[in-house]
């Protein structure tokens, strides 16, 4: 979410006269766009803020801003936290930053712009894509679960959906930019609703009436997928197999305080119907170690439930205080070194997992969508030296480093994997 923001912030810039410095000192406006997820993010930006407001005292004219999540979170606050700073703009005004870049440059003064106006209007400007292959395409805004973790209901606000069409206009003009792959986003894609359509709608829409090669999404909340949902997966042939399924917890106590509206075994159902419906899906899942209250007991759930799902590989946060959210009445009562333990023990666990997974591709052909070159060194005994890296991915979006012939970027290649490591696998172009 953030990085497709940045994205259109780069757009909105650039498309307005500013250009961008490779170098903080050359600098004159410094924008950070922040996320309030975890404290030690914030903790970063409150750290370098404070040396660019030093920085003012010698070259006053420094614009800075924080934009984001943070913005939102804090409000006008940030102007107390952080004397100095010039403007703040919340994740739905960034189509106004040009505006407010005036007004600050113009009047002299500082700036909030916090009032979300109409959420769209930022999809409808021109952004400034990092990949001119793989494309973020956001389809709703917001999230209105409220686990009791999680500030985003408090920084993005209520859940609200793009039109079919806004959607469905912005991948064909992706498609007919080049781009070969979509993801689409949003905090609970499945539960995208407009005008009566849902998300397996919006899905097929897609599917069938664009050209575009791959579509991917994320994140899914297990509360809201279903059955139908495989089923749509498997049977929609541009929708890549792999789910983003965050289990957060194997402990049904803890999966209650943080009000994720499931129990352990629900989830353990869930996966076993997408084995079954569609058994080639790659799963994903996001676990925090460390809620309050969490014991060894609790964390044992938490680390038999991955054993016996086995997920293709999984993100582990040690969860992180946030105020304003439910869990922050709670004592953070594990301490840091026993969430580090246990962040560590999931790590281990998930690595042997996935490399046992990923050496059973060894020696197979699989399709590869070849993103990027890479200055990464591929060692390969076949193939003769005048063969280029690429960096790409699978249909079920394994990371790959490919050896192949010239001009593969945006092309879909057949790859022979002649090696794997936990979180990668190599291979070498397939001549058939
Ligand atoms: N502490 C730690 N991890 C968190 N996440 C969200 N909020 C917190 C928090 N307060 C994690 C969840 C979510 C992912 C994006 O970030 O696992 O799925
Ligand atoms: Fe946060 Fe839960 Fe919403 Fe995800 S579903 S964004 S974890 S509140």
């Known amino acids: 979410m953030n990085k497709r923001d940045t994205e259109i912030i780069k757009g909105v810039l650039s498309g307005n006269g500013f250009s961008f410095s490779d170098k903080e000192e050359d600098a004159d406006i410094i924008l950070f766009n922040t996320c309030s997820v975890r404290q030690h993010a914030e903790e970063r930006v409150f750290g370098k803020m404070g040396m ?17 999540c943070m913005a939102k979170f804090y409000g006008k606050d940030l102007f107390k936290k952080l004397p100095g700073l010039d403007i703040i703009c919340s994740p739905g005004n960034i189509h106004n930053l040009k505006n407010d870049l005036e007004e600050v440059m113009s009047k002299k003064e500082s700036i909030s712009d916090i009032k979300d106006t109409i959420l769209y209007d930022k999809y409808n400007c021109l952004s400034i894509r990092d990949s001119k292959i793989s494309a973020w395409v956001s389809i709703m805004e ?17 859940e609200i959906s793009r039109s079919l069409k806004d959607i469905l206009n912005e991948v064909k003009y992706l498609v007919n930019e080049g781009f070969k792959e979509i993801t689409l986003l949003g905090q609970n894609v ?3 609703s407009c005008n009566g359509s849902n998300f397996i709608d919006l899905l097929k829409l897609i599917n069938d009436k664009t050209n575009i090669k791959r579509i991917r999404f994320t994140t899914s909340h297990p509360k809201d997928t ?8 498997s049977d929609l042939d541009k929708v890549c197999p792999h789910l983003h399924l965050p289990l957060q917890s194997g402990s049904d106590k803890i999966l209650k305080f943080m009000n994720r509206k499931y129990t352990s075994s629900k989830y353990k159902c869930l996966i076993d119907n997408l084995r079954k419906i569609y058994p080639e899906c790659n799963i ?5 170690v460390g809620f309050p209250t969490e014991t060894d007991k609790d ?8 054993k016996q799902i086995k997920f293709d590989s999984s993100f582990i946060f040690k969860y992180s205080p946030r105020i304003k959210t439910k869990a922050f009445e709670l004592e953070d009562d594990v301490t840091n070194s026993k969430k580090k333990e246990r962040n560590n023990k999931l790590l281990e666990l998930q690595n042997d997992i996935s490399f046992c997974k990923n050496k059973k591709y060894v020696n197979k052909k699989i399709n590869v969508l070849v993103e990027a070159r890479t200055n990464k060194k591929i060692h390969t005994k076949q193939g003769s030296k005048s063969l ?8 079920d979006n394994r990371l790959i480093f490919l050896k ?17 490591t936990p979180h990668t696998l190599i291979a070498i172009e397939s001549n058939g």
């Open 52 to 68: 660019f407001i030093k920085q003012k005292e010698s070259n006053p004219n420094l614009i800075l801003g924080v934009i984001g």
């Open 142 to 158: 917001g999230c209105e679960n409220f686990c009791s973790y999680c500030v985003v209901p408090y920084t993005r606000g209520k």
């Open 190 to 192: 499945n539960s995208y």
């Open 226 to 233: 279903s059955s139908k949902l495989f089923k749509a997966m």
């Open 284 to 288: 994903t899942t996001d676990i925090i």
């Open 299 to 306: 964390f044992r759930n938490t680390y038999d439930l991955m």
């Open 388 to 395: 280029k890296n690429y960096i790409g991915r699978s249909l």
């Open 404 to 420: 192949g012939s010239k001009g593969l970027v945006g092309k879909e290649v057949e790859a022979k994997i002649i090696k794997a």
